[in-house]
């Protein structure tokens, strides 16, 4: 089917944008882009809340943190000069009670150590003057973070990839990798080669390394996130984004209120373990990637230790009143009249080890001359670039 320099699988946003680091360190390398659906983005880049962090929450030390400040700057800059929709408009995360203090600190050392840009501690009435319809005991403000278009930024990319002949091989489904002299892509019914070989596969990256010699940990643990709609009104109930201090035992960010680049507010996400890796709609089933979820022991020792948080989530996901009740402690103009009967969802690649525990950080893996990111949650959308620019150095690192 062809024959290239370099072979990338997964056009998502993290791809897309290694395929472009790839490019820009040697021009004119021939290289094919290979996705199993018809366009970019179609899966966690296209579903996802469109924020650009500003890298508060993540240990300090770790590639999130290291990457995602690089790379929300580097994200504005891709989107200013390509012209892309996007608003540097602010976020603040809101303590409500005493007893979020400690974890409240813990957040505000954290993001002073990752550098986050303009990161302050502010008061309950600073609060009401950055965002009149929130209210806390006390706030992070960090101005730096925004929202974007990923889509948007992903259809940018392509073009720029077809502007210096890359190929992009869509309806291609990749189903395993064989390394000689040069690896070899088993595609639908050929073969694709290539000298170099990078697998972005997001939702479904354990598979593609587990049938390339890959280790089998971690697996992906799909987890379907809901976001509900507000009423549009003249006065937005936000001017940014406002969330809880998350729990820090789990990788999510607690239900939150975001402005996004349509000019809507959301409310959202759940988080619920789901039978399928393209969970949109709460009824899709896949035999296969339930076998996939209940075969693996990580699944059952993640749930015996995260019951109580999945009872919760399983409430919200229910119920429109439990969503309300969740925004109303940090926004209380948010009542159940306010959520329009839309929503919005995505699916999101938890990867889980054999322990149970939900690998927190980018995790890539190196065989041969395959390459795997094997764990890329938020905030890979915000860190694509830097994500890119890290993974690229360490191929030429060998
Ligand atoms: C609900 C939700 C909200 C989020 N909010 C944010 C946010 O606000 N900010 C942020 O920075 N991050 C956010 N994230 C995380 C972010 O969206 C992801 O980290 C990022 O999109 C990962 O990009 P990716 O390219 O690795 O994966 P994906 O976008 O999932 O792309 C992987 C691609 O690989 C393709 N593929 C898989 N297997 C094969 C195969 N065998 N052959 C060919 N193609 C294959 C898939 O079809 C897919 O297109 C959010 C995620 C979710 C789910």
């Known amino acids: 089917m062809g024959k290239y320099d370099v072979a990338l699988i997964g056009a998502g946003i993290v791809g897309l944008a290694v395929a472009r680091e790839i490019l820009q360190r040697r021009p004119g390398a021939s290289m094919a882009v290979i996705e199993r659906e018809s366009e970019v983005a179609r899966h966690q880049t296209g579903h996802n809340s ?23 700057a580097r994200m504005y800059e891709y989107a200013e000069q390509h012209r892309i929709a996007h608003e540097r408009c602010g976020k603040l995360i809101v303590a409500v009670r005493d007893d979020e203090l400690t974890r409240f600190e813990e957040l505000e050392r954290r993001g002073v150590a990752n550098g986050v840009p303009g990161l302050r501690r502010i008061s309950a ?16 403000h960090a101005p730096n973070t925004g929202i974007v278009d990923y889509t948007a930024v992903s259809q940018t990319i392509r073009r720029e990839l077809e502007d210096q002949n890359v190929d992009f091989l869509f309806n291609t489904e990749v189903q395993s ?8 892509l088993l595609v639908n019914d050929s073969v694709v080669t290539a000298t170099q070989t ?10 593609l390394a587990r049938r390339s010699g890959a280790p089998a ?32 035992a789990l990788p999510f960010l607690g239900v939150h209120v975001t ?26 089933a896949r035999a296969r990637d ?42 209380p103009a948010i009542t159940r009249s306010s959520i329009d009967n839309s929503f919005h969802s995505g699916v999101r690649a938890q990867a889980v080890d054999r322990r149970g525990r939900l690998v927190d950080d980018f995790e890539i893996s190196q065989i041969g001359a395959v390459s795997h990111v094997r764990n890329a949650p938020s905030p890979a959308a915000t860190s694509a670039f830097a994500l890119a620019r890290e993974l690229v150095d360490r191929i030429e690192r060998g």
Not at 177 to 184: F, N, P, S, V, W
Request: charged residues 25%.
């Open 217 to 248: 940990e971690p697996r992906i643990v799909p987890f379907r996130g809901v976001y509900l709609r507000l009423k549009p009104t003249t006065d937005p109930v936000v001017n940014g984004m406002v969330y809880p201090v998350p729990d820090p």
């Open 50 to 72: 469109g924020v650009i962090h500003g890298g508060i929450y993540y240990e300090p030390g770790s590639l999130k943190a290291k990457l995602c400040v690089e790379g929300a």
């Open 198 to 207: 990078i697998v972005c596969a997001g939702l479904w990256s354990d598979r």
């Open 259 to 284: 402005k996004h680049i349509d000019g809507g507010v959301m409310v959202g996400p759940t988080a619920m373990l789901v039978p399928s890796r393209d969970g949109y709609r709460l009824r899709t």
């Open 177 to 184: 990798i064989e390394q000689d002299t040069r690896c070899r």
């Open 290 to 331: 339930i076998w996939d979820t209940v075969t693996w022991p990580g699944t059952w020792n993640m749930s015996r230790k995260y019951w109580r948080t999945g009872v919760n989530e399983i409430q919200m996901a229910a119920s429109k009143r439990a969503y309300v009740r969740a925004a109303r402690q940090y926004v």
């Open 125 to 140: 009435a600073e609060i009401r003057d950055i965002e009149p319809n929130a209210t806390g005991i006390a706030a992070l």
